[in-house]
Each structure stands twice: as C-alpha cells, then as structure tokens.
C-alpha cells in the first residue's frame, strides 16, 4: 500500500483556501482510514462513485500524487462563480467548492493503485460542505 503524505493533500487544499481567505485545514486520520478504505475498494474497476457527502475523488495513470488530484479539483475554480454561487453553464466546480468549504475544517484522504496500473483517490472531509444554498466562504 503507498504510503500517504498527508502535507501533500493539506498544502495544496491550504493554498486554495487562503487565496479566498478561508483557515487552514487540518489532518483527520479516522478521515484518513475511512478514504483509504474505500479506495481500496474501489481498486478492481477505479471507477469514480462517490461512496458518500463530503468526498471528492479522482484517478489517473503514472505516479498520480495526491497533490495532482487536489490541483485537478482546485483548477474548478475558474467555473464557480460567487455572485451567483453557481458553477458556470455545463462546468463543473464542486470539488472546488469543498476544497475551500469554510466550515470543513479536517482533511483525510486515501490513495490506491487500482488493478489497471491507475491511481484511485479519495478525500472526505468534515463537517461536510457544499450545501444547497450556502456559499462556499
């Protein structure tokens, strides 16, 4: 099983939410095993269903990092639009949205090599955001 960095995934959610002037997030490790878990459930077909609220997964072939996932979900960012709170027509923007989720303030994430040679990742996070209606921050 690959070993997790957990900096790998919390410094580039970090980032993000600092640009929007959200606080940091923190390292979760019964987060953590609850994504890896599933991750590694998932590693006989990697396809990307959600296993619940509050994830956000992706895949991807090579040496797929968690960063490269969580740059993937936060490259979104141009999609979202705060003055409507809505993702732009046809986009999609929420896994940006939970990257910068004000209140989801713990961060645990797994990651997985599926039987194809891909990466699966997962990341849960709490409290759970992107509620209909509430902005992100």
């Not at 099983?1 to 790998?8: F, L, Y």
């Not at 959600?50 to 979900?73: C, F, I, M, P």
Request: aromatic share 10%.
């Amino acid at each position: 099983m690959p070993k997790i960095h957990p900096q790998d995934y919390l410094a580039v959610h970090n980032d993000a939410r600092a640009q929007v002037g959200v606080g940091p997030m923190s390292w979760d490790a019964s987060l953590a095993t609850r994504a890896q878990n599933y991750a590694n459930s998932r590693i006989g077909d990697c396809n990307l269903i959600h296993s619940g609220a509050g994830e956000n997964l992706a895949k991807g072939g090579g040496d797929y990092t968690g960063r490269r996932a969580v740059q993937l979900w936060v490259s979104e960012k141009p999609n979202y639009n705060y003055a409507t709170n809505q993702c732009a027509s046809g986009k999609v923007c929420g896994h940006y949205t939970q990257v910068v989720w004000r209140n989801s303030v713990r961060l645990g994430c797994g990651r997985a090599r599926c039987n194809n040679g891909w990466w699966f990742i997962s990341c849960n996070y709490d409290p759970v955001g992107n509620w209909i209606g509430q902005r992100p921050y």
